[in-house]
């Protein structure tokens, strides 16, 4: 019984501990659950938190790079909603050249390797624009150690950004400034002295030197050179150097020193120049003429000052090379241009000092002497005689002798100021030298223009010859059927050779007249370039050449006419293929270089002469002009080419090592930061390229048609074509004819020729519009012309019609034309 007792007792104990340990454990669960609603608690409070900040973009990205939760700054800052950017790659918010260089990756790895990454840098909006904001990338990890993500916040520090960088701008600015301020007055006191030591010395040799070394060691320089011309035509010069030591071996090329070609440019135009390095190495007279002066000095920038003497007239030039430090400033130009001043006055009196010398001596030497020893009268000239004043001007002078009881007791000389008759006779001589040259220009316009109206009609007459003998051997019916399709594209292909040369002609006649006009909007470039790579493939094939094509596609858009420049595109790549022989390479390129979007079409063909590059772009140039020529062609399309990429604010740089060195031309345009709403791709059809097929026409069943136009062939092409897609056509030869037409049946479209003789197609349709509606004032009408200008087009929509098509119009086009006006668009 007692044992039982105790069993008992045991038990109740046991059970009080279990109790009490189960009363832990619920305590414990209700612990756990309470911090677990106090967790969700606090992070949705987090949450609701960090998604109503605005001043920051807070977002979490997960190990993959790509973005799963956005908060309302990251929208303000970004310009993306939540429901579009979830998902996406966090990559879209950076920079092209931040992530070329792989920065997007590059903040992961050091978040994940150091725990959080910060840094600075400019970042990509939804519309592309940019701002800078700084930024915190945070690894996220679970209790496991496992990686989950990244936290990053962003803050827009783009106003600071700008305040430093404004700041920074200003105290450079201001350094430059008092730096330029403190060389000036440098200058301004080495002026002084440079005056002092030019009046020093009377000779001309020595004072041509100082004013050398002054002017090298004013502005600061390793080469200075005056030169003086003896005529006006620079065949004679006096020159003198000054180099420092690092050109000291060419000190001795002044004897050498021929600057009657490139330098005597400058005086003409009685203007300082100044050309940075850069611009010396785009120009192509210059670096070639650094190619071959091996013996000069090379050329490292270039300033220039005339030397102007008493007369407005240039005496010579100061040129500069090679500046210590940095480029020539405008600041170096005005202190060159007043040395020059100063020097130009100091040369003259050196002249005339020496001048007034030699007259005299030669005066009191020969001429009185004569007079004195052969009791004759002497008349002649001098060009220079100086008064007491100093004032010097030409005289002719009669020296007589004064005989008293048949002796010679002196001379009587008489001056004359002949200074309006030396001014007219070298008035006289310089209008026989500017006729001279304009006859000379004259004559090579004239031999330009035959030569280019030769060219005109060879390049006419070519695709003629071959049309016209395969059209008489198709009427001849003696080609069988195999060789028929092969007559047709002959045809085709030289019709359409023909009608591009006619193109050309006419854009240069707009070019000329200043009414070449654009179509403006955002043009992507890769999409035209794509284009004419498509129009020029056949021809690359045909010569087994290889086409290269390397485009950046985030290079940006340009504003600009994607048609013309399409054209430029394709003009490019054609001579490309053109020049190239079989087997060659060409490639085209689009990169961005700073603002601008930059295309190169470079080939392996047979390069540009350097005599001939500088004039690349002229129109009615080409580098082979002679009937034996290789290449057909007018020589009007890289001039076209030109002014297009001008027309879009752009420039265009043609390059060559030579002969069979292959060229490369560079096209730069300006991008702008405008996004492209709509892309569309346009078209240019290339000489080569097959014309729109008629299958896909629209039938004219029924459709009662007037065609008017006095040639005959014209006619009958039109008659045969829309009878073809099932219109039945009445044909008139001229306005008359086609109002009495109209008066017995009124057509549904009416089709007309504008260049008639007796009345045109204007006349015609105005007494059309001016019937009722009921006689058929109201006929739907097309003019087809070969006057193919806007105005022109402009006049024939404001006579009446209701389109305008330039002949030669493509079938199809002439078909869809109809069966709109007719309402028939299926």
């Known amino acids: ?84 950017i979830i998902g996406q790659s966090s990559s879209c918010i ?23 990454a910060e840094d600075e840098r400019w970042h990509v909006r939804k519309d592309g624009t940019r701002f800078w904001a700084s930024g915190i990338v945070t690894a996220l990890w679970d209790e496991t150690g496992t990686l989950k993500g990244f936290s990053k916040v962003m ?79 620079w065949t004679q010069t006096i020159n003198a150097v000054s180099f420092s030591d690092k050109y000291a071996a060419k000190q001795q090329y002044k004897e050498t020193l021929d600057i009657s070609g490139i330098y005597a440019l400058v005086c003409p135009m009685q203007q300082p120049i100044r050309m940075t390095q850069a611009d010396l190495e785009a120009h192509p ?74 007259a005299q001596e030669q005066l009191e030497d020969c001429q009185v002497l004569s007079v004195l020893q052969q009791a004759k009268t002497i008349r ?16 002719s002078y009669t020296a007589s002798p004064i005989v008293v009881d048949d002796l010679i007791t002196g001379a009587v000389i008489v001056f004359q100021d002949i200074t309006q008759r030396k001014q007219a006779e ?11 040259a304009a006859r000379a220009e004259a004559q090579e316009a004239n031999r330009v223009k035959d030569e280019f109206l030769s060219t005109v009609s060879h390049e006419l007459r070519t695709p003629l010859n071959a049309m016209l003998g395969w059209v008489q051997m198709l009427r001849s019916g003696k080609l069988n059927e195999a060789t028929m399709p092969r007559a047709l594209e002959i045809i085709e292909r030289n019709a359409r050779s023909q009608n591009q040369l006619i193109e050309d002609l006419l854009d240069i006649s707009r070019i000329i007249s200043g009414k070449l006009r654009l179509q403006i909007r955002p043009v992507e470039l890769t999409s035209v370039i794509n284009a004419a790579i498509d129009s020029v493939g056949l021809a690359a094939e045909a010569k087994a050449i290889q086409l290269n094509c390397e485009l950046d596609p985030t290079t940006g858009l340009v504003v600009g006419d994607s048609e013309r420049l399409q054209q430029v595109v394709w003009n490019l790549m054609s001579n490309a293929i053109k020049f190239t022989p079989k087997g060659g390479h060409v490639t085209v390129q689009l990169e961005r270089i700073d603002s601008y979007a930059e295309i190169t079409v470079s080939d392996t063909g047979q390069g540009i002469s350097p005599e001939f590059l500088p004039y690349i772009f002229e129109r009615f140039r080409q580098a082979d002009s002679a009937t034996t020529r290789s290449h057909g062609g007018l020589g009007l399309g890289l001039a076209i080419v030109r002014h297009l990429v001008e027309l879009h604010g752009g420039t265009i740089h043609a390059d060559s090592l030579g002969e069979g060195q292959g060229a490369t031309f560079k096209v730069k345009l300006p991008l702008t930061a405008l996004r492209q ?24 069943n029924g459709l009662q048609v007037l065609v008017v136009d006095d040639e005959v062939d014209a006619r009958e092409l039109l008659t045969t074509l829309l009878e073809q897609r099932g219109a039945f056509v009445t044909a008139a030869a001229s306005v008359e004819e086609a109002l009495k037409l109209i008066e017995q049946s009124t057509p549904d479209v009416l089709v007309s020729d504008i260049g008639m003789p007796g009345e045109d197609g204007y006349a015609l349709i105005r007494q059309v519009r001016a019937r009722e509606s009921q006689t058929g004032g109201r006929i739907p009408a097309a003019a087809l012309t070969a006057y193919a200008r806007s105005e022109d087009r402009r006049q024939a929509l404001l006579a009446g019609f209701q389109t305008h098509l330039p002949k030669p119009v493509e079938p199809a086009e002439l078909i869809a034309v109809v069966a709109n006006l007719s309402g028939r668009t299926g």
């Open 94 to 116: 950076f920079t092209p050249e931040d992530l070329t260089n792989g920065e997007n990756k590059k903040e992961l790895q050091t978040a994940t390797t150091e725990g959080r």
């Open 1 to 84: 019984m007692k044992d039982e007792d105790k069993t008992k007792d045991q038990l109740l104990a046991e059970l009080a501990v279990l109790r009490q340990q189960v009363a832990f454990l619920e305590a414990s669960q209700t612990q756990d659950k309470q911090a677990e609603v106090a967790l969700q608690e606090s992070e949705e409070r987090f949450r609701l938190l960090v998604e109503d900040v605005r001043d920051y973009a807070i977002f979490m990205i997960d190990t993959s790079g790509r973005i799963v939760t956005w908060n309302a700054g990251a929208e303000r800052f970004l310009g993306y909603q939540e429901a579009e």
């Open 426 to 436: 070298e008035e006289r001589e310089q209008l026989l030298l500017r006729e001279q």
């Open 285 to 358: 007279v210059w670096r070639e003429f650094n190619k071959e002066a091996s013996s000069y000095a090379p050329m490292r920038g270039w300033l220039v000052a005339p030397l102007t003497g008493r007369n407005g007239k240039n005496i010579g030039l100061i040129q500069l090379s090679d500046k210590y430090e940095g480029e020539f400033t405008a600041s170096d130009e005005a202190i060159i241009l007043q040395l020059a001043q100063m020097a130009s006055v100091a040369i003259e009196n050196s002249q005339l000092y020496h001048a007034a010398e030699s």
């Open 677 to 700: 709403q709509t892309s569309s791709r346009t078209k240019i059809s290339p000489t080569d390229e097959p014309g729109v097929p008629l299958n896909g026409s629209p039938q004219l």
């Open 155 to 233: 803050r827009d520090m783009t106003e600071r950004k700008q305040a430093e960088e404004e700041r920074n701008h200003l105290l450079a600015r201001e350094q430059e400034a008092r730096h330029e301020l403190e060389v000036h007055a440098a200058q301004l006191g080495g002026l002084t002295s440079a005056s002092l030591a030019i009046n020093s010395v009377l000779s001309l040799d020595e004072r041509l030197q100082i004013i050398t070394e002054q002017a090298r060691e004013i502005i600061g320089t390793h080469q200075a050179i005056t030169s003086l011309s003896i005529d006006e035509k």
């Open 380 to 395: 002649n000239e001098l060009d220079v005689f100086t008064c007491k004043d100093g004032l010097v001007f030409p005289v």
